[in-house]
């Protein structure tokens, strides 16, 4: 699976966009971009994934690059429940449904 | 639904004692995984089964490591004898296989280990 590369930190005031940006130039074409998020002390939560169309739900939306070489996840409306650790994960169609997980972007929503 | 269901949530142990840490993942969900979490190595997957049956136990760390499912409801990660530098949390994980990738596992709340 192709490697991700995210900053480690970033903050976002309340109540604005929250922009995380994630690297994965030797993506290959069948790979689909996930994000997920952990916070503190709970497991993972799926948040959504994309191939190489944007995509939106009720939780974020996710720009792809034409290239497909980054991504940007937005949460549109930041609040402090959206403090977590944001994971960036590049994966083919036949890993299986595993997922390696990085370092994430640790995101603090401030008032 | 209940979701994937971990116990113990918290364990605290003695070096050289057996853990034994069990998971049981969503009804219908063919997809199993076990991961453990520390600062210094983030969420590393141990291992993963595919109908009940281990598929890749490469990040398994060594042989005082191991899991089993017996069945599509139960899971088991044992650690037999504990030692200190296997405190975690690890956490157990579901998924159902789809032609068009979901993406979605769905973890449960982890299994806080103490070994000292």
């Known amino acids: 699976d192709a490697k991700t590369t995210q900053p480690p930190s970033m903050d976002c005031a309340e109540g604005r966009a929250a922009n995380l940006p994630c690297n994965h130039s030797t993506i290959s074409g069948n790979e689909y971009v996930y994000w997920y998020r952990q916070i503190h002390s709970q497991g993972p939560q799926y948040i959504i994934h994309g191939l190489k169309n944007n995509e939106t739900n009720e939780m974020a939306s996710l720009i792809i690059t034409e290239d497909r070489k980054s991504s940007t996840l937005i949460l549109p409306h930041a609040t402090l429940r959206d403090t977590a650790v944001y994971y960036c994960?590049?994966?083919?169609?036949?890993?299986?449904?595993?997922?390696?997980f990085g370092g994430g972007t640790r995101l603090m929503v401030k008032p | 639904d209940a979701g994937v269901i971990q116990s113990p949530r918290h364990e605290v142990t003695e070096m050289g004692q057996e853990v034994t840490l069990r998971c049981k993942p969503i009804s219908g969900h063919d997809y199993l995984f076990w991961y453990r979490q520390t600062m210094m190595r983030g969420l590393e997957l141990l291992i993963y089964f595919n109908n009940n049956v281990p598929i890749d136990d490469s990040g398994m760390p060594e042989d005082r490591f191991s899991a089993k499912m017996p069945n599509a409801s139960f899971s088991t990660l044992k650690i037999q004898p504990s030692e200190p530098r296997d405190s975690a949390v690890y956490f157990c994980a579901s998924s159902l296989y789809s032609v068009v990738p979901t993406g979605e596992l769905f973890f449960g709340e982890g299994s806080r280990l103490t070994v000292l």
């Open positions: 994960i590049v994966r083919a169609p036949n890993a299986g449904n595993m997922l390696t």
